[in-house]
């Protein structure tokens, strides 16, 4: 990954356009003027390859879900992380570099002490690559609009870099 760089309307246009098949779908943005002014609002930033788009991340409030649970989890000190990866570049092995870029970054911009990202639990496929960076499930979710479950996961920032695995 190239660079992480702020928001721009193109590049928020560009997402809300982006489409994920089958039970990934939920992962999809509306091309509305509301999703656009959402990604524009603070918090996103787009991921360059190449000087392509190929995701974004976003940080604090704009990464958390609605949830049902009246638990005090979003009231832990972390990070809130969330991110997505244009659909085209999706399974492709690039999870690991493109979501270390977005950690990288967000240590040496908030300088976090620990990250939190919600997933949804079906995803095998992210919650294989979060563990692999060194996230833990900490508890399960209800997403209070679609009733699905999601899985909270937490890491400490201090390990953002791959763990040692000799």
């Known amino acids: 990954m190239d660079a992480v760089v702020a928001m721009t309307e193109e590049y928020a246009r ?3 356009n982006w489409s994920y098949p ?4 939920l992962y999809s943005f509306a091309p509305t003027e509301e999703t656009v ?6 918090g996103y930033y787009a991921c360059l390859a190449q000087g392509r ?3 974004y991340f976003c ?11 009246q638990q005090p989890l979003y009231q832990q000190e972390a990070l809130d992380f969330g991110l997505g990866m244009c659909p085209d570049c999706c399974g492709q092995g690039r999870g690991t570099a493109f979501m270390q870029t977005g950690l990288d970054f967000a240590q040496d911009r908030f300088h976090p002490k620990k990250f939190r990202l ?6 095998a496929r992210a919650i294989h690559l979060y563990e692999k960076l060194g ?3 900490i508890a399960e979710l209800t997403h209070q609009n679609s009733g699905m479950p999601f899985w909270m996961m937490e890491k400490q920032a201090a390990s953002c ?3 040692d695995r000799h």
């Open 118 to 123: 919600v997933v949804a639990s079906f995803n």
């Open 135 to 137: 996230f833990c499930k």
């Open 14 to 16: 560009e997402i809300s």
């Open 22 to 25: 089958g039970s990934y779908a």
């Open 161 to 163: 870099e791959l763990p």
């Open 59 to 69: 940080y604090g409030q704009p990464a958390r879900i609605p949830v049902r649970e």
């Open 37 to 42: 002014a959402e990604l524009m609002g603070g």
């Open 53 to 55: 788009l190929v995701g």
